[in-house]
């Protein structure tokens, strides 16, 4: 079984900065793209930042400058550093995760999601 967690969201006021991170744990032989996700009430799930395992990273436009990716593969993480928070960066924010996980006899490659942790700017 493959589960990833997520840490870090919480209530921060405008101008501040948050760290979530997210954990992948399992079976796994290999991650490709791993990424953040948020969506907000009322609203579809957007894409918030991605990276794949080279390091190559992609940003919704909304948080260019803002917002930083990262990944530890040792660790089988990836972070989102967020800085100078906006109320419409509020949303519950999901990880996922491209990889490639099972047996040796027998690998299955998928995208796993997190639970989500909700983030919330507001003064």
């Known amino acids: 079984q493959v589960q990833l967690v997520e840490s870090g969201g919480g209530l921060v006021q405008p101008g501040g900065s948050l760290r979530l991170s997210c954990a992948a744990s399992?079976?796994?032989?290999?991650?490709?793209?791993m990424g953040w996700y948020r969506q907000a009430p009322g609203k579809e799930r957007e894409l918030v930042a991605a990276i794949t395992s080279g390091g190559s990273t992609n940003y919704a436009d909304s948080v260019k400058g803002r917002f930083t990716i990262a990944r530890d593969n040792a660790k089988n993480t990836v972070y989102l550093q967020m800085n100078s928070l906006k109320p419409e960066d509020t949303a519950v924010y999901y990880c996922?995760?491209?990889?490639?996980?099972?047996?040796?006899?027998?690998?299955?490659?998928?995208?796993?999601w997190g639970q989500g942790t909700q983030v919330t700017v507001s003064s």
């Open positions: 996922n995760a491209d990889l490639l996980s099972g047996s040796i006899w027998h690998k299955i490659r998928n995208i796993y």
């Open positions: 399992g079976s796994i032989f290999s991650i490709n793209a």
